[in-house]
């Protein structure tokens, strides 16, 4: 007698390799903030640090290797969002209690807890906002808020402080660390409209890529050789834009409602 043919699974039962490899690149970004963790209270903070910076780079083209790949899913998207408050929220701040915080005690680690907790609020409303109907197409070009990959990098911003050798910089001390990494939370929470990294994909005039292409040359040479000063004025030169996307972000808002 012969046994019946079982029919092949059906195609919906299978995922395809282009939704998977997004989803590994957020993996590996949570592997990168959670082992940054560990070797933050080994001490060995130049390490841990490059870790979360690392998770950040992962977390900027894990969405766009998404969108190459049409690998868009909604199970990639919650999945990111874990990813943010492990790596942007819990591990900066687990970092720099490991650096200095511990040393105002519980005043540090209260501080730690409402980072995280800022850090939590912007990515549930910046969920949220993913569903708003009628949202005009210019304020793609701004975030609500500091956005949490950045936040992370400016919360260690004390860290970056204390490794600086070649330029006069002040130390920040453990209570003046704990009351910045508050800010930063309160800042990734707020209403303020930043830059969104969106705005890279504007074209620019032929004439000015290749000095564009220099200067980014230039700031990854300065990255290699002067790794923490170049960390240092890079969270100042973010903190100078702020004003300019407020300015701007008013503007639109202007001209959009005439």
Partial sequence: MVEPIE?????????????????LVTILSICAGVTGIRFAFEGRFELAVGLVLGAAFLDGIDGRIARLVNGQSRFGAEMDSLADIVNFGVAPALLLYAYTLHD???????CALLYISGCALRLARFNTMLDEPNKPAWKSAYFTGIP?????GLALFPVYLGFTSNVALPDITPAAAAIYLVVVG???????????????????????????VLVVVLYIG??????????????????????????????QKRRTSV
């Fill in 7 to 23: 029919p092949p699974p059906a195609a919906s039962s299978r995922i395809p390799i282009r939704q998977i490899l997004p989803n």
């Fill in 186 to 212: 309160v800042l990734m929470a707020s209403h303020i409209p930043t830059y969104s990294g969106k705005t890279i994909s504007i074209p620019l005039r032929r004439e000015y890529v290749a000095p564009a």
């Fill in 104 to 110: 105002v005690g519980s005043f540090g680690w209260i």
């Fill in 148 to 152: 949490s990959p950045a936040g992370a």
């Fill in 222 to 251: 300065l990255l290699l050789s002067f790794f923490w000063e170049t960390l240092t004025f890079s969270a100042i030169a973010y903190y100078a834009t702020i004003p300019f996307s407020i300015r701007s972000y008013r503007a």
